[in-house]
């Protein structure tokens, strides 16, 4: 694939991941990239090119860091889950992927984001019966009966949930729509796509089992889902970084691969220049003073 992975043997007693993504979204009228003053604006320059940037530099620079180090660069963050660069490394390599805390650069506007939710993305499936429009009453409309399941969503007030001290909003949203056959013919079937982002301390399986009870009288189909991760700021090396970067910590909301290492036993945090909310816009864009104080802040603590 298109990942690169370098590890420092230092002999050092404890181990530090750091990894970041370089796919972006796709492009928008955003390349190329061009500097205002303090301002970096581009496709990819806050999520997660400027993260990207300062990982290159403190590889090259640490020589000697505090911790022995694992420096991953990875493909496909912004797609499905079974095509992602890191998950397939696990796979391959998992014995690339043992620490004892990692660190995600992906945006956090210097703050550092504790955990994440998890993502859910389902087809939820109104079912009809065939008929020619001029005879109507012969069928059931599809389209007609997804308007519950638009209700459903409509209703639902999504949860708010305290783990380890931080609040994970939690939402559920129709993200697509389809159905409908010919102009003249009654549609037997109408999907709609949903995406439930939900707080780490509930399972994949939790969350499955929530949406199928929701849409219960609906067939319900997962196409993707991934788990969320618990904040991994209790840890040794976790509350040694909270101490030494002296910055809020607040709950991610979106999914990252921080999930990943949390499955496979590893706390982590999300810490990164850049607003995630910025991630994916046609404005995308990054102050460069945010840039050179993440920088200067990953390279105090893995020097000193």
């Given at each position: 694939?298109?990942?690169?992975?370098?590890r420092?043997?230092?002999?050092?007693?404890l181990?530090?991941?750091?990894?970041?993504?370089?796919?972006?979204?796709?492009?928008?009228?955003?390349?190329?990239?061009?500097?205002?003053?303090?301002?970096?604006?581009?496709?990819?320059?806050?999520?997660?090119?400027?993260?990207?940037?300062?990982?290159?530099?403190?590889?090259?620079?640490?020589?000697?860091?505090?911790?022995?180090?694992?420096?991953?660069?990875?493909?496909?963050?912004?797609v499905?889950?079974?095509?992602?660069?890191?998950?397939?490394?696990?796979?391959?390599h998992?014995?690339?992927?043992?620490?004892d805390?990692?660190?995600?650069g992906?945006?956090?506007?210097?703050?550092?984001?504790?955990?994440?939710?998890?993502?859910?993305?389902?087809?939820?499936v109104?079912?009809?019966?065939?008929?020619?429009?001029a005879?109507?009453?012969?069928?059931?409309?599809?389209?007609?009966?997804?308007?519950?399941?638009?209700?459903?969503?409509?209703?639902?007030?999504?949860?708010?949930?305290?783990?380890?001290?931080?609040?994970?909003?939690?939402?559920?949203?129709?993200v697509?729509?389809?159905?409908?056959?010919?102009?003249?013919?009654?549609?037997?079937?109408?999907?709609?796509?949903?995406?439930?982002?939900?707080?780490?301390?509930?399972?994949?399986?939790?969350?499955?089992?929530?949406?199928?009870?929701?849409?219960?009288?609906?067939?319900?189909?997962?196409?993707d889902?991934?788990?969320?991760?618990?904040?991994?700021?209790?840890?040794?090396l976790?509350?040694?970084?909270?101490?030494?970067?002296?910055?809020?910590?607040?709950?991610?909301?979106?999914?990252?691969?921080?999930?990943?290492?949390?499955?496979?036993?590893?706390?982590?945090?999300?810490?990164?220049?850049?607003?995630?909310?910025?991630?994916?816009?046609?404005?995308?864009?990054?102050?460069?003073?945010?840039?050179?104080?993440?920088?200067?802040?990953?390279?105090?603590?893995?020097?000193?």
């Open positions: 694939g298109n990942t690169v992975v370098a420092t043997n230092l002999g050092a007693p181990r530090v991941l750091w990894a970041g993504h370089l796919d972006t979204v796709p492009i928008n009228a955003n390349v190329p990239h061009t500097i205002e003053g303090n301002v970096l604006h581009g496709r990819g320059s806050v999520d997660m090119k400027a993260g990207v940037a300062i990982g290159l530099k403190l590889a090259v620079e640490l020589s000697a860091p505090r911790y022995d180090m694992t420096w991953i660069f990875y493909d496909n963050e912004e499905e889950a079974k095509k992602n660069g890191l998950g397939l490394l696990g796979v391959s998992p014995e690339w992927l043992t620490g805390f990692a660190l995600v992906e945006p956090s506007h210097g703050s550092i984001e504790a955990g994440c939710n998890g993502t859910l993305r389902a087809e939820i109104a079912s009809g019966v065939r008929a020619h429009s005879r109507s009453w012969m069928g059931s409309n599809a389209i007609h009966s997804a308007s519950e399941i638009l209700g459903i969503l409509q209703a639902y007030q999504p949860r708010e949930v305290d783990v380890e001290g931080l609040v994970y909003k939690e939402g559920l949203n129709a697509a729509i389809s159905g409908g056959i010919a102009g003249n013919v009654i549609p037997d079937e109408c999907i709609v796509t949903i995406n439930y982002r939900f707080a780490p301390n509930r399972s994949l399986h939790e969350a499955t089992n929530h949406i199928e009870e929701l849409f219960s009288g609906f067939e319900v189909r997962v196409v889902a991934a788990p969320g991760a618990l904040p991994g700021i209790t840890s040794e976790g509350t040694e970084f909270v101490k030494s970067m002296g910055v809020a910590v607040t709950p991610k909301y979106g999914w990252t691969d921080v999930a990943r290492f949390s499955e496979w036993g590893i706390p982590a945090v999300n810490f990164g220049p850049g607003d995630p909310s910025l991630a994916h816009a046609d404005d995308e864009r990054v102050e460069i003073s945010d840039i050179d104080a993440v920088y200067g802040a990953m390279k105090k603590w893995l020097s000193s």
